[in-house]
């Protein structure tokens, strides 16, 4: 089955940096575009960023450009971001996940879009 395992979370302090990785077994995500989403306590899970499947097109959510960039390994099945200068209104759950279609080129924010997602990684940042 596919899983998707993400790891690089904890506790730091604001301007800090971060780096989130996504291991993919049981799928070559190499075809799929894919998305890192955060959920905090009691608000909906949002898009924080998204790659399509050859990497060559990024989104990201306003409150996140210029400090975050998701990237990835196809050849190590994994995709990354690298949270630099974070804040405390950046602590939430983070989770990736893959897209259900093959080879699609732009971005979804949409969770539904989106088929596999791995168990989510704490980022807790204090001020």
């Known amino acids: 089955q596919v899983q998707l395992v993400e790891s690089g979370g904890g506790l730091v302090q604001a301007g800090d940096s971060l780096r989130l990785s996504c291991a993919a077994s049981?799928?070559?995500?190499?075809?799929?575009?894919m998305g890192w989403f955060r959920q905090a306590p009691g608000k909906e899970r949002e898009l924080v960023a998204s790659i399509n499947w050859s990497g060559g097109s990024t989104y990201y959510a306003d409150p996140v450009k210029g400090r975050f960039t998701i990237s990835r390994d196809n050849a190590k099945n994994t995709v990354y971001l690298q949270m630099n200068s974070l804040k405390p209104e950046d602590t939430a759950v983070y989770y990736c996940?893959?897209?259900?279609?093959?080879?699609?080129?732009?971005?979804?924010?949409?969770?539904?879009?989106?088929?596999?997602w791995g168990q989510g990684t704490q980022v807790t940042v204090s001020s």
């Open positions: 996940a893959s897209r259900r279609q093959l080879f699609t080129s732009g971005t979804s924010s949409y969770t539904g879009d989106y088929d596999f």
């Open positions: 049981g799928r070559s995500i190499s075809r799929y575009g």
